[in-house]
């Protein structure tokens, strides 16, 4: 079956360390992957885009990683700092999916301590 | 940057009652809109997808008679849910895709938070 899952619902770091979260996918073959952040209440915002054909993709203190052969991405925030608290989602859109429909895991809740 | 509004914010309605939700996105135009619905601590699921001028796409289960959505414009579809139960309380999230943008990059917006009685 097809499955997008973030291995920790929730990742506590300390203020100034890399924070490391991960997106596995079974069974696509996306187009591309996005990364969003979302705050308890909020819609999601989007952060980060990358390609199938991209292995890397970097926003200020942001880094994304892509790798097709493992079906997994990579979400680093360096630096964290505790404004970075919030729920990171990942979401992908299968190749020949249309209209853009993206599938998104679960997300993973961020905490940073100061 | 794209921006997508809703209204209302909260809403809190009696069991029985049509709720309408509206999803604007206030400086692109937007062809394709999204609605999803998201329960606590799950991911959000997508509903439908709102196509101006033309029917929307329901996704499996999503029952069309109860979840009725119009896109009357490039900027502006409507989640109306009629005869609400409490089982419909949840987060109804609209998203937008800026049609001058080749990626499937959406927009979202804050968020609608139904509560049924």
């Known amino acids: 079956s097809q499955k997008i899952e973030q291995n920790s619902e929730a990742l506590n770091i300390q203020e100034g360390k890399t924070a490391t979260l991960t997106c596995n996918y079974t069974n696509y073959s996306p187009a591309y992957l996005q990364w969003y952040r979302q705050d308890p209440g909020r819609g999601p915002v989007f952060l980060l885009l990358?390609?199938?054909?991209?292995k890397e993709k970097r926003k200020e203190r942001l880094k994304v990683t892509f790798d097709t052969t493992l079906k997994q991405s990579l979400f680093h925030i360096t630096a964290s700092q505790p404004a970075d608290s919030a729920t990171y989602l990942c979401?992908?859109?299968?190749?020949?999916?249309?209209?853009?429909?993206?599938?998104f895991g679960k997300g993973t809740k961020l905490s940073v301590k100061p | 940057g794209a921006v997508v509004s809703q209204h209302p914010s909260r809403v809190i309605c009696k069991s029985g009652t049509s709720v309408k939700i509206e999803c604007r996105s206030l400086d692109f135009q937007a062809t394709t809109m999204f609605w999803y619905r998201q329960f606590p601590k799950q991911s959000l699921m997508l509903m439908a997808t709102?196509?101006?001028?033309?029917?929307?796409?329901?996704e499996q289960g999503v029952e069309k008679d109860k979840f009725l959505i119009n896109h009357a414009s490039l900027t502006l579809s409507t989640l109306t849910v009629t005869s609400a139960h409490p089982e419909d309380s949840s987060f109804y999230i609209c998203s937008a895709r800026d049609v001058e943008q080749f990626t499937d990059t959406q927009y979202f917006g804050p968020g609608t938070r139904l509560t049924v009685l």
């Open positions: 709102s196509n101006e001028g033309s029917k929307a796409t329901y």
């Open positions: 990358i390609r199938e054909n991209e």
């Open positions: 979401a992908l859109v299968p190749m020949g999916g249309s209209q853009g429909n993206l599938i």
